[in-house]
Every structure is written in C-alpha cells, then in structure tokens.
C-alpha cells in the first residue's frame, strides 16, 4: 500500500509549518559578563543559586567537584535587568546558561540596547507555530489479558509498547520510580482529573507564558490548549489499567507549558530554554520535548552549534540531562507541480533535534515502516539524524479535551514521549548511568528494521531515516550490565515473608553473588541471606522471618555477573531500604492452583502459572490428546506463590510440535489439575 498517499491528507494538516502572523517581534539581549560570587563550598553556591539537592546528586555523576557549579548557574546581573527595562523593552525571559534576556520592543528600543557598554549581542529569537493536534477519538475496545507477572492489563497500548519491548521491562518489576522526567509542551490540560493521568506524581509545574503555577488550559484560552501536552504526557506516563498504559508510568515529572496553540502567537524558544534550564535545576534526570524551531534557521544552521535550544540541549547534557526530543513532522517527501510525488528527501529535521549529546526521535507506524511525515536527516555538519525511531502513527493517547476521553494520535510528538518513558525505565533499574552511557544503551540495542517500501531506505544502518533503528527497552536495560527489579513482590504467611526480585545479565550470573542483606529490626544488625532461583525465568527469591513491625524487615538486593558487574537495588543502598512489607501483594495461597494458560490459543508461545501454598516438590507437564507426553516444563521443588513458566510449542528434544489440542498437567503431594492449551502454527 502506498501510505504516502494514504496519509495525505492528514500530513497536510500536522506537519507543515505555518508562517508567523503579525506578532511583537521577540529579540534576543546577549550580555558580556555576570558579576562573581564566592561561597565557602559547592552547597552553599548551589543553594544560593536554587540548584537543588537533587540535581548535585546527578551532576556529580558525570562532573567532578570543580565543576558541579559553574558559570551557566549564575544569574544575570539584576543591574542589567533594570538598564534593560529603562530603555522601554519589556523583558520575557531571562537566561541564566546564555547570559541573556528575551525583550519585546520597538526599533528605538533596540537601539538604545545595544549602545549599553554590557551588551554583547542580539538576534531574533527563533519561532514556530503548529496546528493543533490531530485528534482521531477512538474507543477503548476490547481489554487484553493481563502479562503474568505485573498482572497489567495493557488495553489498545500494548503495541505502542511492545513493539519497543517495554512490557517486557514490566515483567521484570521495573516502572520508573526513582526517575525525575521533565515535559515541555503547550500545557497538560486535565492532568488532574483525567483517569489516566490524575495518578502521575506531578512534583512541580509552570505556565511560564502566563507566569502562573498551573499547565492547564486556562479561561481565556483556546479550547485546544492544553490537548497536545495531555496526549504526550499520557504516552510517557499515563495509567488506566485496560486502556492506557505508560512506559514508565511510576516516574516523578515535571511539567512545563512553554507554547501557545494560537496561529497568531508563535511558539518561542526563550520559553523553551527558561524552562529547561527550570527543569535541570530541579533535578531533572530526562527532558521530554515534541517542540521544534525552524523559523529564523535555514538548513545550513543546523550543525548543532547555532540554534539557541540546540546550544541549551547541549548544556543540559553536559550537566547530566538526556534531552529526548522530537525529529519533526517535515517529512521525506513532497508533491511536484503535478501532483506526483518525490520522495527521498533529506535534512528536513528541526532544531534542537540537530543537538549531540541528546535522542532525536523519528516515527514508524506500527509495523514499523517510516511514517512519511518523519523529518530525515543529515544535519548540517553531516551527522546522521535521528537516533532512533519509535511508533508514532496511532498511538493511543488520552484527550484532553475530557476527563476520560481518549483518541489516537500521531506525529513524532508522540514517538518521543514513548522513548523517553522507555529511558527512564532504564535509568530507573540503574540510576548510575550518565545520560550518554543511557543514550548509548538506546542506540547500540536498536531494532535494525528492513523498509519494504523502498529497501534502500535500510540499505545500511545507521541511516538519515531510521537513525539506528527502533528501540529495545529490555536489549538497552542489560547493556551496561546486571539489572535489578526497582519494585520486588512479597507475599506473607504466618510467620514468614516471600520476597521475589528479577534480576537480569548478558553475562551468567554467580549464583553465590546473589543476596538480599536486611536488618530484622531497629538497631539489628544487616543479615545476608542468598537469593534462589524460582521456577519463572529470571525471578529469584528469598524466605525471611516476619515481624510484628511492618517497618521490619528492611533491606536491600546485591547481584553480580561473571563479567564483574554488580548493581544494589534500591539505588544508593544502604543509604536507601526496601521496606519489604510496602511491596506486600497477596496473601500467601492456601492451597495449589494451575491458571489458564495466556495466550490462549497460541503461536509462538504461552505462559503457565501455577500457585503453591509453600516450597514443594511440582510436576507440571504437557502432554497431547491421546495422552503422550510432550514436554515436561518443571520439575523439583517451586516457590511458594505464584509461578510462571513458559512453553514454546515445542517437545522435550526441543523441536516444534503441530497444531492441535495439549493438556498442562500439574501435580504435587495430594494434588492434580489439568488445562486444555491450543496451539496453531
């Protein structure tokens, strides 16, 4: 099928840039020097400075102590600020990282700015508009079967999030927590009431158009404000179980409202750059933006070096944020006088997508293949852009245009928040990565994809379409070596708690390097107790003594790989402790039971999980109709709880068996249960 043609006409609506109309012309003040400042110490700098705690915590992993304040945290000259203003500019925005201002003023105005001995310098500052967001409502449908171990029922999201193998990172108990992601966009409208978004842990946000503490869509503004933000932060972040699931949906944000949807107000970039530079002084770990800046740039500026967000993009990395940003919706194509189309365009990205140091994200339907409004690059300086690409045609989303609404939404806006949700997972399960070694793990483990549209396209990789291709969450989570859960399972019996981590390698692991160390009560010394595999790939768990105090016990999990690496979860342990009983899912069983096996029917494989009551010999087999035996899937000694394992379709000899009717067939002391398993090639 030819999807250029197919998507047309929706291109025609999201895609395209629209000239600015009559606005104040916004100009940017650049000054020579800031006035020094001596401290006693780099704490006493940053909290004058209101660089928080936080954000020390994550410079000081890729920074050493000399440089953890430097001159971008300094701010600009308050004398300079009231010169500015003399001369009847008003001031917008104030830039710490660039030691300047933003002003709306007249001709007269500027020059009297710049016969100011302080000034250094001026240009305009950089505009775009965008139309609203092509909204397609969609109902929820059908609800899919929950995975085995999250027990998340995905809903229409789980493709968006399969296809970047995020369901997988589920599966092994990791969600986000930890990881502090910030959002530029027009606002995020509902995020309070919305079902799917009202769950989110908000720790601040900014209206820094209107100067106000809120990101909704305010009285006096159009009725689409606010929407465009509400769907991205939803794609990242949002939760309603059966409908809509975000890739890192227990991640912290924070959120900033930055564009106006209006035709006649252009999108600026001072607010941009004031708003991440906001962002990375709270603490933030990864910035999330579908935002972009082409008016004012030609291609020719786009070498990474001269547009003013992609200079910002490159502070930020230097101060330990991964900024994830969108390619652009430029697109690859275009339509001659005839109405034929040309295809193969390149270097259709936006700024600050032409960044280092960052993750330009293009987007592919479903299936894959390049969506046609993909911005390609190279850039200017000839580096390959995007990175990577993720699913941005239909990816589901809530509306903000209601409280429970939902609808499906496409564009590299979209794209963008999926991989950022999908980075902060990793840095989630490990919290010591500097934001390259985190872009890397995204860009070595990427899904080379083969275009059947035009094999040229994926001829070679990395390429300006497909950057290095689709990204993998869970190949990109062992990359840098042993993972953990961020989120164990306990279960309780009388006197006792089960507690079940995963713990994943490239490397095998040694067994006798896998441990919990935890303390049974106030003032106890730290115990450790060896970890042991389960039934269920990957999970591990550990039997401790219960206490009448459901503070205690209280430890945390070490894991090391025969490669060397080793990792503790939570991060920074001891200084942080898993209080086991916060992680308290079930009861313990009371007695045995076998589950419907999921999927069913079957292709490629189907997952068995069965419940015991305490560690007991199981037996749990498979066999045909006639009543042969195909496969035995476990047998020894289980956990106590829940258990899963997986069967491929395939026979003891590990050859693939025909389609037909199996029977599972578990047993133990006392105890048989038997299920029906379809199997189709």
Partial sequence: MNRVLALAGFLFCLSGIAPSQSVPSRTWIFF????????????????????????????????PPERIIDFHDYPVDPAYLRRIKE???????????????????????????????????????????????????????????????????YGI???????????????????????????????????????????????????????LPSTQRQPWEGLSQGNHGAATLSALAGFKEGILVGPAYRASLLLAKTEMDSTEVPAEEDLYVEALEWMEMRGADIVSTSLGYIDWYTHDSLDGNTAITTKAARIAASKGVLLVTAMGNEGWYQKDS?????????????????????????????????????????TADGRIKPEVVAQGVGVYSASGSSTDGYISASGTSLSTPLTAGAAALILSAQRDLTPMQLREALIATAQKISDPSDPSRTATYPNNYYGHGMIDARAALTYHGVALSTTPRTLRNDSTLTI??????????????????????????????????????????????????????????????????????????????????D?????????????????????????????????????VIVYDILGRKVKVLFRGIC???????????????????????????????????????????
């Fill in 583 to 619: 992680y308290l899912v079930v009861e313990q069983p009371l007695g045995f039971l076998l589950h419907p096996n999921y999927p069913n029917p079957f292709n490629a494989g189907t997952v068995v999980q069965f419940d015991a009551p305490s560690a007991v010999d199981v037996e």
């Fill in 157 to 211: 999201s789980r493709t968006q999030l399969a296809n970047i193998r995020v369901i997988d990172v589920h599966d092994l108990g990791i969600d986000g927590r930890g990881v502090l992601v910030g959002m530029i966009d027009n606002g995020f409208n509902n995020h309070r009431s919305h079902e799917a978004l009202r769950t989110i842990d908000i720790v601040d946000e900014y209206d820094f158009i209107h100067d």
């Fill in 500 to 581: 079940f981590v995963s713990i994943v390698s490239n490397s095998p692991l040694v067994s006798d390097s896998l441990f919990v160390m935890y303390q049974s009560g106030p003032g106890a010394p730290f115990r450790r107790s060896l970890l042991i595999p389960t039934a269920t790939t990957n999970l591990y768990s550990v039997t401790l003594p219960s206490t009448g105090d459901t503070t205690y016990p209280r430890g945390y999990f070490v894991a090391r790989d025969v490669s060397g690496s080793s990792r503790t979860s939570p991060y920074n342990a001891p200084a942080n402790l898993f209080t086991f009983n």
């Fill in 338 to 378: 005839t109405g034929k189309t040309i295809q193969g365009l390149t270097g259709t990205l936006i700024a600050p997508a032409d960044a280092d140091s960052i993750l330009a994200v293009g987007a592919t339907f479903s299936d894959g293949e390049i969506a046609p409004f993909s911005s390609t690059g190279p």
């Fill in 87 to 153: 001369t009847g500019a008003r001031v917008i925005s104030v830039s710490r990282w660039f030691n300047a201002v933003s002003v709306e003023a007249d001709q007269a105005a500027l020059r009297r700015i710049a016969s100011l001995p302080f000034v250094r310098g001026s240009q305009p500052v950089a505009s775009v508009t965008r139309p609203p967001l092509e909204e397609k409502p969609v109902s929820p449908g059908f609800a899919l079967s929950k995975t085995p171990q999250t027990s998340i029922d």
């Fill in 639 to 681: 956990s106590p709880g829940p258990n899963f394992l997986e069967w491929k379709g395939d026979n003891d000899a590990g050859r693939p068996v025909s389609s037909g009717m199996y029977i599972v067939r578990m047993q133990s002391s006392g105890f048989v249960q038997s299920g029906k398993m379809l199997l189709i090639r």
């Fill in 32 to 63: 020579s020097e800031k006035p020094s400042i001596s401290y006693m110490s780099t704490a006493d700098v940053a909290a004058s400075l209101g660089v928080s705690p936080r954000a020390l915590e994550r410079r000081a992993k890729m920074l």
